[in-house]
Nanobody, 124 residues
Framework: VQLQASGGGLVQPGGSLRLSCAAS????????MGWYRQAPGKQRELVAV???????NYADSVKGRFTISRDNAKNTVYLEMNSLKPEDTAVYYC???????????????????WGQGTLVTVSS
């Protein structure tokens, strides 16, 4: 199983970016998917999560500016980031709680996976 994140880059304050993260491999089902971030010298923190049913939860610092969504058919989670601030600068990581698929196509085991991270820099 792999999670491939993309969409990071350099943006000016007030700008927007859209991150994507696609899960691939032997996946039976995906439960919660989410985005976390880690700024230099700081601990990794939750940005937003979304359940398979579409329920969402956001960090207070991004509420009203960021929107998380997912396409279950594509095993992909998105993070739409608007009104970006310099303090949003960080490496953004996607995360997934999922059930693997066995070779006989039955459900395997529960596992948690991280993507490789994508850098978002907000600066003028």
């Amino acid at each position: 199983v792999q999670l491939q994140a993309s969409g990071g880059g350099l943006v000016q304050p007030g700008g927007s970016l859209r991150l994507s993260c696609a899960a691939s491999g032997s996946i039976f089902s995906i439960n919660t998917m989410g985005w976390y971030r880690q700024a230099p010298g700081k601990q990794r923190e939750l940005v937003a999560v979304i359940t398979s049913g579409g329920s969402t939860n956001y960090a207070d610092s991004v509420k009203g500016r960021f929107t998380i969504s997912r396409d279950n058919a594509k095993n992909t989670v998105y993070l739409e980031m608007n009104s970006l601030k310099p303090e949003d600068t960080a490496v953004y990581y996607c995360n997934a709680d999922l059930v693997t698929r066995r070779v006989d196509s039955r459900a395997g085991y529960y596992a948690n996976y991280w993507g490789q991270g994508t850098l978002v820099t907000v600066s003028s």
